[in-house]
């Protein structure tokens, strides 16, 4: 998804749209979910496990990725979706809008960075095999 943002023009609702889904998919291993006792998988990932070993820039636009989701994605804080009541009694919001959010380096930034924890997590996820067969487990 992330990739095929570059060739989309940035004031574009499938531009908005897309980038909302890549950051709501990209943070929901790092939000608190629900597991269940069957599940065999982490209900999350530990980020500063993760990001220890990658530079401060990368753990300040995970943060950035984060903020966005739970504040204007997921949720709608009033900072980021002021509403209020006119004078006719109707509801007037403003839109939110992620263009003005994330430029196109932080968008570079964000697909270095999910390629980087892909690696992470194959490594990760190779040296857990190799230990649990190992010890049988």
Do not use: M
Not at 2 to 9: F, K, N
């Amino acid at each position: 998804i992330l990739a095929e943002l570059y060739g989309v023009q940035e004031a574009n609702v499938l531009y908005e749209a897309a980038l909302s889904f890549a950051i709501i998919l990209y943070a929901r291993p790092f939000s608190n979910n629900e597991q269940s006792e069957k599940s065999k998988a982490r209900a999350k990932i530990d980020e500063y496990e993760v990001f220890a070993c990658l530079p401060y820039e990368s753990y300040k636009l995970h943060r950035k990725l984060l903020n966005l989701r739970n504040k204007a994605l997921a949720h709608a804080e009033w900072d980021l979706h002021p509403t209020r009541v006119n004078k006719a009694g109707e509801i007037e919001t403003t839109p939110f809008v992620l263009v003005n959010r994330i430029s196109r380096e932080q968008l570079a930034a964000f697909i270095d960075l999910v390629d980087k924890l892909k690696s992470i997590c194959r490594q990760y996820q190779g040296g857990l095999l190799a230990y649990t067969q190992a010890f049988e487990l």
